[in-house]
């Protein structure tokens, strides 16, 4: 599990953005926090991981971040954006630190991103049938991108991988150069469909829902 979160300001006088994210692949975790420096205005990025020794970045670190990226924040100005990685199942998220095992469903992070106060939020979610978080995450001041939808998985999260399929066309390709959150989904979904039918894999369908009052706020420069 890989923990960054920084400060992220889309426009010089224009609304921020603090950035959480948790993460299994730590290559990923690494190099997307640098695409997202790389496309928006950036403050100070902190950076938590797990591995099989153990870690911090668990549950409770991840509530602990949110609510300190959101102390930085004007509630209903400024936006939330969390990046999770991990291994996934219907059940939500799998968080293994150690010998810590936990699971983070989605209203257990519906909860979490509520106490925050923040009203507008951007949450990325790439990890096997990650679409189960949708319902209870996405409307219209929540945008949630998901790397697969609640009934497949998504692949590319071994541990010596730089990039899973959905990181590697998100963030380190469509981001680069869409000017836009929703420009650069586009892109990577149709990304990662040739790649999985080139390998012959079942199509994980990454999925968007949410958001409308949260995408004019972020809009990457150039």
């Known amino acids: ?3 960054v979160r920084q400060d992220v300001r889309p426009h010089q006088s224009g609304p921020k953005a603090a950035l959480s994210r948790i993460g299994r692949v730590r290559s990923e975790a690494t190099r997307a926090a640098q695409v997202v420096a790389g496309r928006f205005e950036t403050g100070p990025i902190n950076v938590e991981y797990n ?5 911090n970045a668990t549950i409770e670190a991840l509530a602990r971040s949110l609510q300190a990226a959101a102390n ?4 209903e100005k400024d936006v939330l954006f969390l990046i999770l990685t991990s291994h996934g199942s219907p059940d939500g998220l799998a968080i293994k630190a150690g010998r810590l095992t936990e699971t983070l469903t989605p209203s257990r992070l519906g909860d979490m991103l509520a106490r925050t106060g923040v009203r507008h939020k951007v949450v ?6 990650s679409g189960v978080f949708i319902p209870r995450l996405a409307n219209p001041d929540v945008l949630v991108i ?10 590319g999260c071994q541990d010596k991988a730089k ?11 469509a981001l680069r150069k869409a000017v836009s959150l929703k420009d650069a989904f ?7 469909r040739k790649r999985e039918l080139r390998e012959h894999f079942e199509p994980s369908n990454p999925l968007m829902a949410g958001g ?3 995408l004019p706020l972020l809009v990457a420069r150039p």
């Not at 591995?51 to 870690?55: A, I």
């Not at 998901?146 to 692949?155: G, Q, R, V, W």
């Open 124 to 129: 990325v979610i790439s990890a096997c049938y």
């Open 72 to 75: 930085r924040l004007d509630t």
């Open 186 to 192: 586009l892109d990577a979904r149709s990304l990662v």
């Open 1 to 3: 599990m890989r923990l």
């Open 51 to 55: 591995s099989k020794k153990g870690g």
């Open 146 to 155: 998901t790397a697969a939808d609640a009934n497949h998985p998504s692949f």
């Open 212 to 214: 409308a009052d949260v």
């Open 163 to 173: 990039w899973t399929y959905f990181g590697d066309a998100f963030f380190n390709v």
